[in-house]
């Protein structure tokens, strides 16, 4: 179809005027298009977190062994003169041998200490092999599973051998005897640190490791043969914790430059500041720093431990530095390990790293085990030389003026960088250098705020960034700043702390051990705070109590539901949300919280959010009433009693918009049925009895009394032909269209129709129910018992019910989950249908036999079979076709099948012979109903075959029983909601970024929209004068009932009875074909696009009062419902199938306002009633004053007006603005029968047009009580469109034949014949409708022909 091609494919035509029309549907609201309806409402998957230390260790003994032999050099060192001779910053020449060892000892302590001073420290100085062996011994004894440290300094003794020996003395000094490293291993044990500085100290390690091998390997042979003689000996032990610092390579000497000590390296392992500094003013660049000499280094004034003096400053920015280079260069459980496990062993190995600077720079390469990566040449060393530099510069003045010490711009310019990374990154990019700099900067008073809030920023940006924060080590940091009582941080810190909890809720435990709860209880409680703060605090507070005792006492004790309770009126959703998932998660489980709740009437203040506009707040009340009721502490009459008042307010949100809602409600009356099990058992046994002896009145049997094949106007078997070629169904693997194809195609040898009884296909619920769920084929209760239960007991005969007053709440509760169980959102029903047959099998356990009980698992209580014909079989839990994304098919593959005629058998168990009666329906549980097992007429609960009949088929599960529910059941609500912190707050959703894909999608599908309008509009102001170009016709899987056209995209909808098919009618080829999921004694009677304009979602509704919302259709996905609701809850059935005046009854008649969010809903009912699709809640029902159903809905939205017609000729117009009394501006009773449709034009003075099945079009004017003017068309109509710009009108008639009207009453065009296939009459008209822009016109007819028509090609 050439639909100005020339024009579609050019550039954009008059952009001004295009950009105009635009900006209409830039404002229009979207409707179901939260997250809760494009998510799966589950919480994220919990990243395993590895920054726990899970073994924190310390460093308590540390061994000092010191061999110099002042005055004697080792035979194989030839010294250079003069030569490096400090050891521990003192000359061993300037006093006496002895003293001078002893000093250097003493000093090394010293310096030591500096980082451990907490540990035991023993000196050894020139010892024997025995000193060094009682040394380690002892310390090894003492310290236990602790880390052990070994400092061995060997510049007066020769250097290490190959072999793996160091060197020690003899008694009298007179030789030099080796100690085996192997030997110190064994003395030495793990974990342990062991310190080389002295040259060729690489041998060491290499001996140490090939001797740490030997010892595995010893340890293994042991423990294979434990006769070996290996095995008799003590084990070594695994020297696999051992860590090694050495002073250089294997074959390198240390430095002898006289300027420098001669223990270089223990220098800068514990001196790192002072050789700094040293080193610094030995580099040619401390020339530009004029008037510092070593002298003056040593007076830099200050200590190294406080931080507001220059040595402490240059300390803590050493820190920061070196922990940063470490950071980014080890791999993240290297920089654990080393960096956060031990103080000592962090202290020593950030100095390695400027030790291997240093000592690189002089020839000699440190040696680590574990090696590190070398991270001498890293750029953060220029920072510290610029640190340095600045620091150093104004030595001079400060000493001889005494002028003020200016702190460094260091931490400052660190931040910049920080918030440049922030700022100006893309999303996909290595993490910021800066982040270790941040925690440093924490300490510091000064510049705290700025880096909490950066940090914050950060850790905004998901839950990877937090991850990467704790991995820094952040938690200590932050768990402290608790204790601080500054104002300013208290928005920061609760911030940081809900990314932290949104991403590890482990941190609870921590939190109440440090009393930091008390910190948000206060930010909760403080009424300045901004909600959005209240928010995250009691976020944070809901995280520490749940599922955790000690959180809950402790919040309990600091008043945190009378807090709560004072903030359920919040203005604000999102805290409203929280507060009362807070006080649902602490009486969890927690009677005196419960009982604490009950003397501030927390139930009672918790109703008023049942009917919050926001269905999240409403699924957070429920979610908080059902752990209040679902305490399983023991009850007293007056928690009886709260607990019914709670279950009836409870009840009535049976019919909330909002699945989430409903879901939610299920699992809290589910808490109610754990908690009063026996009384429910007694309804149920006596519901179940009831439902056997009571015949329902099926509304399917008024339609088809006695036949089961579904109604169809032609011959069964080319019908189901036809659909054999239409059931390649795209992924036919998938259940729904499988069930559809069973559906379509079942046919029994004789090649008859046979009925389709879904009822055990209720069995396999939707596998992507949220709940791990039993064998499904073990339901006791099939889908349909519960329908037929549901209809029961809607019956006054129930009165009758003996034992359980027939309103009991029990009843009540009963029968709210019956109506649950067939909530047309899969999820709700599956739910529901869990905890009605847990009831169930518990009821028939206490009254079957207890030897019974034993053997048998109760079996399918109805066979399908005798069932069919006492009530309409529905398709059960529908989640068995619909399957949400991710959900596999419960079909074996065979489901594949689906494309010739055959149905799939599905596997038969051992032992049961396959039915051979025809209404046999294979089940997709994959196992044959055990009808056969019973006899036809069995009682429902008389005791089904006795024990030994089922032992066979049992006999590995001697139990029997299945628990469908256990007590925990639960929705993943507040698990989800809690991802709302984890995720980016502070970043631009996507549709508003200009630059997005989304965005660029919406700005073409908005100019498409633009084009369609404006072109269409050309061809209507034309004038039509003709509609009878046939452009498309095809063949429908189904006979039409409802046919619609999508505003923009060449794509219409057409439903059958129970299915959906979308056509392209410019290729003329099918798009999708899938199963609307509604009963079978139910049809689609009413379709409408949502966001048409946008992201179009498809709403269907069927004359059991239930819409659904589908999306995903027509493209190459698979159909996904959004949501769907009971929009009519009292649908009369009696009304429903009477054939009226028309061919059908009303069923459910919809009308949708696009710019308010409103969907109008009526049918066979006695009011209009309103949603709001932004609130998902009933906002206003509006009686119709009639006593027929409504036939059609017109509304306009500018005038806040509603036209109905209705079954018994009148013409009603509401303003929904004004009270359920009056709200009934005009009633037109001109038309003698049925209202066909009522049509509300939209322009400021908009008539009402009206035509009834006479075919008498009149036209009324608002203000004025008569018609204005009046047509008479063909009688006998069936269906009528009225095209909304072209002011045309089209009628179809059971006489096989469409007139096309213009408005002043003349025929246009009269359609009788299909154009082309030998010019075949048109079948009798079933449905038709207008495109709302395009002259053209879709008929859907009996004979299953779906054809469209358009106005002649010229105006085209």
Not at 821 to 832: C, G, K, Q, R, Y
Not at 1253 to 1266: A, I, K, Q
């Amino acid at each position: 179809m050439k639909m100005d091609s020339e024009l579609l494919h050019s550039p954009v035509v008059c952009l001004a005027e295009e950009e105009e029309a635009d900006m209409s549907d830039w404002n229009l609201p979207l409707a179901f298009m939260k997250k809760r309806h494009s998510e799966k409402i589950e919480g994220s998957k919990a990243l395993a977190q590895s920054w726990r230390m899970k073994d924190r260790m310390k460093t308590v003994s540390v061994a000092l062994v010191l061999c110099l032999n002042v005055g004697v050099d080792p035979p194989d060192v030839v010294k250079t003169s003069p030569c490096a001779r400090l050891e521990c910053w003192i000359d061993p020449l300037s006093m006496s041998p002895q003293k001078a060892l002893e000093t250097i000892g003493a000093n090394l302590q010293k310096q030591y200490e500096n980082w451990q001073p907490r540990a035991r420290y023993k000196q050894s100085l020139d010892p024997t092999v025995d000193e060094v062996k009682k040394l380690c011994t002892s310390l090894r004894r003492n310290a236990k599973e602790e880390r052990v440290l070994f400092h061995y300094n060997g510049h007066g003794v020769p250097r290490p051998t190959v072999n793996g020996e160091i060197w020690v003395f003899n008694k009298n000094y007179t030789q030099y005897i080796p100690l085996s490293v192997y030997d110190l291993q064994t003395w030495m044990g793990s974990p342990s640190i062991f310190v080389y500085d002295c040259s060729n100290a690489g041998i060491i390690v290499k001996s140490f490791k090939q001797f740490a091998l030997q010892r595995e390997q010893e340890l293994e042979v042991a423990a294979i043969n434990p006769n070996h003689p290996l095995a008799q000996m003590p084990l070594p032990p695994s020297m696999k914790n051992c860590i090694q610092l050495a002073a250089c390579e294997a074959s390198e000497l240390l430095p002898m430059n006289p300027d420098l000590p001669a223990d270089l390296f223990t220098s800068c392992l514990t001196t790192p500041i002072k050789i700094a500094l040293r080193w610094f003013c030995m580099q040619k660049s401390a020339k530009l720093v004029p008037g510092v000499t070593l002298d003056l280094i040593e007076k830099i004034p200050g200590r190294l431990n406080d931080r507001r003096t220059p040595l402490g400053e240059l300390n803590w920015i050493f820190t920061a530095i070196t922990d940063t280079i470490a950071w980014n260069v080890l791999p993240r459980d290297l920089f654990q390990k080393l960096f956060r496990q031990d103080l000592l062993v962090a202290s020593l190995f950030r100095n390695f790293l400027l030790a291997e600077r240093i000592m690189r720079s002089y020839n000699c390469t440190p040696v680590s085990s574990p090696r590190l990566p070398p991270t001498y040449m890293h750029a953060m060393w220029q920072a510290w030389d610029l640190a340095v530099d600045i620091c150093l510069s104004q030595l001079p003045t400060i000493i001889e003026e005494g002028t003020a010490f200016r702190h460094s711009p260091f931490f400052a310019e660190q931040l910049t960088a920080f918030q440049v990374w922030l700022t100006m990154g893309v999303e996909n990019r290595s993490p910021p250098e800066q982040l270790p700099i941040v925690l440093q900067v924490l300490l510091s008073q000064v510049h705290r705020l700025r880096a909490l809030d950066l940090l914050g920023r950060f850790l905004d940006l998901g839950p990877w960034a937090v991850s990467l924060a704790l991995s820094v080590g952040i938690f200590p940091y932050v768990l402290k700043l608790l204790q601080s009582s500054a104002r300013e941080l208290r928005p920061l810190l609760v911030f940081i702390w809900a990314k932290i909890l949104a991403v590890d809720s482990s941190c609870q435990a921590d939190l109440v051990k440090d009393n930091g709860h008390k910190y948000f209880l206060s930010v909760l409680a403080d009424p300045y705070m901004p909600a959005e703060h209240r928010t995250m605090a009691v976020f944070i507070l809901a995280v520490i109590v749940n599922s955790y005792t000690t959180g809950q006492e402790a919040c309990l004790q600091g008043n945190l539901i009378a807090i709560c309770l004072e903030q359920l009126s919040d203005p604000h959703p999102l805290l409203r949300q929280w507060v009362a998932i807070c006080l649902g998660r602490i009486w969890q489980n927690f009677d005196s919280a419960r009982w604490c709740g009950v003397r501030d009437s927390a139930h009672e203040k918790l109703y008023s959010l049942l009917s919050d506009p926001i269905p999240e707040v409403r699924c957070a009340a429920v979610f908080a009433l059902g752990t209040f009721v679902g305490n399983s502490a023991e009850r007293t009459d007056h928690s009886t009693t709260i607990d019914h008042n709670v279950a009836m307010m409870l009840a009535q949100l049976i019919n909330d918009g909002s699945p989430v809602v409903r879901k939610e409600l299920v699992v809290a009356l589910s808490h109610l049925v754990v908690q009063y099990e026996s009384n429910f058992c007694t309804v149920a046994l006596q519901f179940m009895e009831e439902e056997k002896n009571y015949p329902v009145p099926s509304p399917a049997n008024t339609l088809e009394p006695g036949n089961l094949t579904p109604v169809r106007d032609s011959p069964a078997i080319p019908r189901l032909r036809s659909v054999n070629s239409y059931t390649n169904i795209r992924a036919a693997t998938t259940a729904r269209n499988l069930n559809k194809s069973l559906q379509n195609l079942n046919l029994n040898e004789e090649g008859g129709p046979v009925a389709f009884s879904p009822g055990n296909l209720s069995t396999s619920s939707s596998a992507s129910s949220t709940l791990g769920s039993p064998d499904n084929d073990e339901y006791i209760l099939s889908f349909e018992t519960i329908d037929k239960m549901r209809r029961v007991s809607s019956y006054s005969s129930l009165n009758s019910l003996i034992g359980v007053s027939f309103n009991s709440v029990y009843t009540q509760i009963w029968r709210v989950l019956l109506h649950l169980a067939a909530d047309p959102f899969p999820e709700v029903s599956d739910l529901a249908m869990k905890v009605l047959n847990s009831i169930a099998y518990k009821a028939l356990s206490l009254s079957l036999s207890p030897q019974a009980t034993m053997n048998a698992r109760p079996q399918r209580i109805l066979d399908s079979g005798s069932l069919t014909q006492s009530a309409p079989a529905s398709p059960t839990s529908k989640g068995a076709h619909i399957h949400q994304a991710g959900g596999s098919p419960p079909m074996p593959s065979a489901s594949s099948s689906s494309l010739t005629n055959e149905v799939p058998k599905p596997p038969i168990r051992g032992g049961e012979q396959p039915p051979m009666r025809p209404p046999y329906t294979p089940t997709l549980g994959g196992q044959a109903p055990h009808s056969h097992q019973f006899p036809r007429t069995r009682k429902m609960f008389d005791k089904g075959p006795s024990g030994s009949e089922l032992a066979g088929d049992d006999a590995d599960d001697p139990g029997g029983h299945k628990a469908y529910m256990n007590a925990n059941l639960s929705t993943g609500l507040c698990d989800w909601s809690a991802k709302y912190f984890a995720q980016p707050v502070m970043k631009i959703p996507e549709e508003h970024d200009v630059e997005s894909q989304v965005r660029k999608e919406r700005e073409w599908r908005f100019l498409r929209n633009a084009r369609v309008r404006k072109q269409s509009q050309r061809i209507t102001q034309r004038g039509v004068t003709r509609l009878d170009d046939q452009i498309f016709i095809n063949r429908n899987p189904g006979v039409p009932s409802v046919v619609k056209f999508h505003p923009f995209n060449p794509c219409i909808a057409v439903a059958d009875k129970d299915s959906i098919c979308f056509w392209d009618w410019e290729k003329a080829e099918r798009l999708d074909y899938f199963y609307n999921g509604n009963p079978r004694y139910t049809r689609i009677t009413a379709m409408e696009y949502l966001n048409g304009h946008d992201y179009s979602l498809l709403l269907t509704a069927t004359d059991d009062g239930a819409l659904r919302i589908w999306k995903n259709f027509a493209d190459q996905r698979n159909p996904e419902m959004v949501t769907a609701w009971q929009g009519l809850s009292d649908m009369l059935p009696t009304t429903r199938g009477q054939p009226s005046s028309s061919a059908h009854s009303a069923g459910m008649v919809v009308d949708w306002e696009q710019e308010t969010g409103l969907l109008m809903t009526s049918g066979d009912v006695r009011v209009i009633r309103i949603w709001d699709t932004e609130r998902e809640m009933k906002v206003q029902d509006i009686p119709t004053g009639a006593d027929s159903c409504v036939t059609c809905l017109s509304c306009d939205s500018q005038r806040s007006l509603i036209a109905a017609g209705l079954g018994d000729g009148s013409v009603r117009l509401y303003d929904r603005r004004m009270g359920a009394n009056e709200c009934r501006v005009m009633t037109y009773r001109e038309h003698s029968s049925w209202v066909v449709k009522a049509h509300l034009q939209k322009q400021t003075d908009g008539k009402i047009i009206s035509v009834s099945v006479d075919g008498d079009v009149r036209f009324f004017e608002l203000r004025s009580p008569d018609s204005v003017n009046v047509l008479q068309t063909v009688k006998g109509l069936t269906a009528l469109d009225i095209h909304p710009q072209a002011n045309l009108f089209a009628c179809g008639s059971m006489n096989q034949f469409i007139a096309v009207y213009n408005s002043n009453g003349d025929v246009i065009s009269n359609i009788k014949y299909y154009d082309g296939f030998m010019g075949q009459r048109i079948g009798a008209i079933s449905c038709l409708a207008f495109h709302p822009y395009w002259p053209h016109l879709a008929v859907g007819s009996n004979d299953y022909y779906m054809s469209i028509y358009s106005a002649e090609k010229r105006l085209r």
